[in-house]
């Protein structure tokens, strides 16, 4: 059980339908730790840059542009197995698929419009928050509420 950091990142389509509260309050009240906040235009290089091992694939153009058309949030999260239980409660990658509960489950319906990103290993949890802020937009600080969080 390793403290790992996670990039998580809501979507235009997210931040245009009033997702971000409801979407901020999943991590925050299972316990995780938000290290870094941010409203955020995704310029096209950034986009490509997140994205770059999805280049070849068809749908890389679409998704450059859903990415880029309006206000991302910028999270990272810190936490015990935060990185695979982010995955857990954002849902399969098609929303159709996505188990009810989920954020993609109970918000989404196409793997167009799916809400939001969560970094797939610990590596790249570490790799993306680096790549999407600087390191004066992040804040290490203790939450009180550790020690009725773990024993
Ligand atoms: P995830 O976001 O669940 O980690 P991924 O890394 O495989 O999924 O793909 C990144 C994003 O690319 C995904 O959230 C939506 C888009 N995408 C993936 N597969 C797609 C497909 N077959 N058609 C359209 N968009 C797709
Ligand atoms: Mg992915």
Redesign the pocket.
């Known amino acids: 059980e390793e403290v790992e950091q996670t990039y998580i990142m809501i979507k235009p389509d997210g931040v245009q339908r009033g997702l971000v509260g409801e979407i901020i309050s999943k991590f925050e009240r299972k316990g995780f730790k938000l290290t870094g906040l941010k409203l955020f235009q995704c310029p096209k290089e950034l986009a490509e840059e997140h994205?770059k091992d999805?280049q070849s694939?068809p749908?890389f153009p679409?998704?450059i542009d859903y990415i880029t058309s309006g206000p991302v949030v910028c999270m990272g999260w810190e936490g015990v197995g935060v990185v695979a239980s982010a995955r857990k409660l954002?849902g399969?990658?098609n929303p159709l698929n996505a188990e009810p509960g989920t954020i993609r489950g109970d918000l989404a319906v196409q793997?167009?419009r799916?809400v939001v990103?969560?970094s797939?290993s610990p590596d790249n949890g570490k790799h993306e928050i680096a790549l999407w802020f600087k390191e004066d937009e992040l804040c290490a600080w203790a939450a009180v509420q550790e020690p009725w969080l773990m024993e």
């Open positions: 994205y999805l694939k749908f679409k998704l954002i399969a990658t793997t167009g799916n990103h969560g797939d």
